[in-house]
């Protein structure tokens, strides 16, 4: 299995610029997840969806933020217009469904950086 | 979410037993007790788990306290693989992991 796919890896901006983000969940795993990590805030959740639907987005910053997932393979986060304190990770993550724990599979991070 | 409380950094020999520490007084009955560890320049990956009882895997043990409100991670030959940050998450199964500051673990040789 290849694991979680992000892409970009890297991204580099400049302020008010649109950047999409763009995750593919381990195939059959049925929860989504996105997290934004800085050395201020630490790894912070964003927002997370259940069979595409997204359940919290309690944690998306402002509405400058958008994330979708218009089916079970493939997830994007917007941030438009972007902002140089929106430099950070972005993590995605995918969790199977059912198990009594929360065993979540992370990728590798789209590092993003706004000018 | 039950509030965590972890050193924040620990130091260990290469070949060395680690017990990294967690407290989580306000952990409810129901929450599982999970630890994930942070390699540099990677995303989170996942150690073990427990509920009550106490745990082995192939990478770690963890030791949960009678009345739960904390637990230990072992780590039983520290490798300088091992040196990451280490979160304890107490949550409920079916809900997002909420991560705290952790503990970085640093391994020398």
């Known amino acids: 299995d290849a694991g979680v796919i992000q892409s970009p890896r890297h991204e580099v901006t400049e302020m008010g610029q649109e950047v999409t983000l763009r995750c593919k969940p381990i195939?059959?795993?049925?929860?989504l997840f996105w997290y934004r990590q800085t050395m201020m805030r630490g790894l912070e959740l964003l927002i997370y969806f259940n069979n595409n639907v997204p359940i919290d987005d309690s944690g998306m910053p402002e509405d400058r933020f958008s994330a979708k997932m218009p089916n079970a393979s493939f997830s994007t986060l917007k941030i438009q217009p972007s902002e140089p304190r929106d430099s950070a990770v972005y993590f995605c993550a995918s969790r199977p469904s059912g198990g009594s724990y929360n065993e979540q599979f992370f990728g590798p991070g789209t590092r993003l950086t706004v000018l | 979410d039950a509030k965590t409380t972890q050193p924040n950094s620990m130091e260990s020999n290469e070949e060395e037993p680690v017990h990294l520490p967690c407290n989580h007084s306000?952990?409810?009955?129901?929450?599982?007790i999970h630890w994930y560890r942070q390699l540099p320049s990677q995303g989170p990956e996942y150690v073990i788990h427990?509920?009550?009882s106490n745990v082995n895997n192939r990478m770690a043990s963890l030791a949960i306290a009678e009345d739960r409100k904390s637990s230990t991670l072992i780590l039983h030959r520290a490798t300088l693989r091992d040196a990451a940050v280490y979160y304890c998450i107490p949550n409920q199964a079916g809900t997002a992991l909420i991560f705290g500051k952790g503990t970085t673990l640093s391994v020398s040789s």
């Open positions: 306000t952990i409810s009955g129901t929450d599982y």
């Open positions: 427990g509920l009550t």
């Open positions: 195939s059959g795993h049925n929860s």
